[in-house]
């Protein structure tokens, strides 16, 4: 065994040690764990849409309009969720929009990470002007409703998935911005950030290499919160026609488009209306329970 190899055990020791001790902490929460368990298979779902769905969601079957679910007398196994009023597969449309509300929740996260952790360091790092432009425009943006802004933004954008999912960031980037320089702030007083610069570390350095990774615990509470918010609101976004457009099977779409059949055929809305609130909760779920394991406060207060 070579010698690099005897240094580096030690350290994989530490790193298992620390996720066998997440992994418990994270456990003990009974919700986040189901939680953790329903988006896992939402997941495989949405990974395996192309294999599993039994029909294509936008094609249409003129003979089986509006067929209940199969739960539902006259409803049948070939269409397990029932047809919508165009004939096309309700679970088909299911499995594709879970694609589709992962990959929102997604390009959403990764923007207001990438854009509002930035904002955050360059405001920590640079007190007077530029700080101050930097949190009065977070402050601006806060200070509007978060779905009338969403709204307007796609108003001015256009109507599109991908126009709501630019809105929705907008939207939930001065969360980041303010949670990532608070943490900073925190911890640019701490003895290990005067050592670095005392040993003549960089700027850029003692950024994303000394405060960034010992902010990433509240950041990360603070994504998962907003993926579920994000689907939420793109739900939202197009139920109102601002989002997704048809055929598109975007689950706020699948409610637009059901809306006008609630009392002759509740269960169109009730199957696209209940796969947001079951991923919605779950993602909070999951939310509560990295909190529990990753904020060293709520261990103490447990114990």
Not at 170 to 197: C, M, N
Request: proline fraction near 5%; aromatic fraction near 10%; charge should be neutral.
């Amino acid at each position: 065994m070579s010698v690099e190899a005897i240094n580096n055990q030690p350290k994989q020791s530490a790193l298992m040690a620390v996720l066998a001790s997440f992994w418990f902490e994270f456990r003990q929460n009974r919700g986040a764990f189901y939680g953790l368990i329903f988006m896992g298979i939402l997941l495989m779902c949405a990974f395996l849409a192309d294999f599993i769905s039994p029909y294509s969601p936008i094609e249409q079957y003129r003979d089986a309009l509006k067929l209940p679910p199969v739960w539902v007398d006259g409803g049948t196994w070939a269409h397990i969720f029932g047809t919508d009023a165009l004939g096309r597969d309700m679970l088909s449309r299911m499995i594709y929009g879970s694609r589709f509300s992962f990959y929102i929740g997604v390009i959403v996260i990764c923007i207001c990470l990438t854009v509002g952790v930035m904002l955050g360091l360059v405001a920590a790092f640079n007190k007077g002007f530029i700080e101050n432009c930097i949190m009065r425009l977070m402050d601006i943006i806060l200070a509007f409703p978060s779905l009338l802004m969403a709204l307007a933004l796609v108003a001015i954008l256009g109507p599109s998935l991908l126009n709501a999912m630019i809105a929705i960031a907008v939207v939930y980037i001065p969360h980041f911005v303010r949670l990532t320089r608070a943490q900073a702030l925190s911890e640019l007083g701490k003895d290990y950030v005067s050592s670095s610069k005392t040993m003549g570390a960089s700027r850029a350095r003692l950024m994303f290499i000394n405060v960034l990774p010992n902010c990433m615990a509240p950041l990360i509470v603070q994504a998962t919160m907003s993926f579920s918010s994000a689907i939420l609101d793109a739900a939202a976004l197009g139920f109102l026609g601002m989002g997704a457009q048809a055929p598109t099977p975007e689950w706020g779409t699948m409610l637009a488009d059901a809306r006008q059949y609630i009392q002759s055929d509740p269960w169109m809305m009730g199957i696209p209306g209940l796969a947001i609130l079951f991923t919605v909760l779950s993602i909070n779920l999951i939310g509560d329970g990295l909190r529990d394991a990753l904020d060293p406060k709520m261990k103490t207060s447990k114990t």
